[in-house]
């Protein structure tokens, strides 16, 4: 969705497990548990909400990035970023 000031992003999540609170504290090796790691990193803003879908369950996962590059800047997790 373009925003007058920038985008925001809308992903549907159909696990119906309650709201993600943080990112995931996730082995090197490990191809899951990245997704809110990229998204505090790179978003201006993010939140979880209900979503309307035929089989009742699920949430959105949304993002904004604005234009003024006003982001909160780069969060770095050696565990996870250092080689």
């Known amino acids: 969705m373009v925003l007058h000031d ?4 809308v992903v549907y999540d159909d696990h119906a497990a309650a709201e993600p609170l943080a990112a995931l504290d996730v082995s090197r090796d490990s191809e ?5 790691l990229l998204v505090q990193a790179l978003a201006d803003d993010w ?19 604005r234009r003024d590059g006003g982001g909160t800047g780069i969060y770095r997790t050696p ?3 250092d080689t």
């Open 79 to 81: 565990t996870i970023l």
């Open 47 to 65: 939140g979880v909400g209900p979503a309307a879908h035929p089989r009742g369950k699920g949430k959105n996962v949304w993002f904004e990035i």
């Open 6 to 9: 920038g985008v925001r992003v």
């Open 32 to 36: 899951h548990g990245r997704g809110l």
